[in-house]
């Protein structure tokens, strides 16, 4: 599975962005796609994932102002940012895994917010 982020950008504490994640090649394999975001320093951790199904889960930090969706048309998954934090500055990846264990990430997308 390739994917590809678009989205990021740099906005004001208190703004919205959405980010974007297109998948192609073995897409009906895919179990679950997620958001990562790694900050400089600092270790890439979980921002929210969703299966196929639609069912969803958020990291406590982004929970209430991040959602994430997905359009099986579109092979595209989405994650809303509202009410965005200096703290949400990173770089936000988009990962896949796939039934039988295979993984794939995106090339990431910076994601500045300004205080």
């Known amino acids: 599975v390739q994917l590809v982020e678009s989205g990021g950008g740099l906005v004001q504490a208190g703004g919205s962005l959405r980010l974007s994640c297109a998948a192609s090649?073995?897409?009906?394999?895919?179990?679950?796609m997620s958001w990562y975001r790694q900050a400089p320093g600092k270790e890439r951790e979980l921002v929210a994932d969703?299966?196929?199904?639609?069912?969803?889960n958020y990291a406590g930090p982004v929970n209430g102002r991040f959602t994430i969706s997905g359009d099986n048309a579109k092979n595209t998954v989405y994650l809303q940012m509202s009410s965005l934090k200096p703290e949400d500055t990173a770089v936000y990846y988009c990962?896949?895994?796939?039934?039988?264990?295979?993984?794939?990430w995106g090339q990431g997308t910076q994601v500045t917010v300004s205080s």
């Open positions: 090649g073995n897409v009906i394999r895919i179990a679950v």
């Open positions: 969703i299966t196929p199904a639609g069912t969803t």
């Open positions: 990962y896949a895994s796939e039934i039988g264990g295979f993984i794939s």
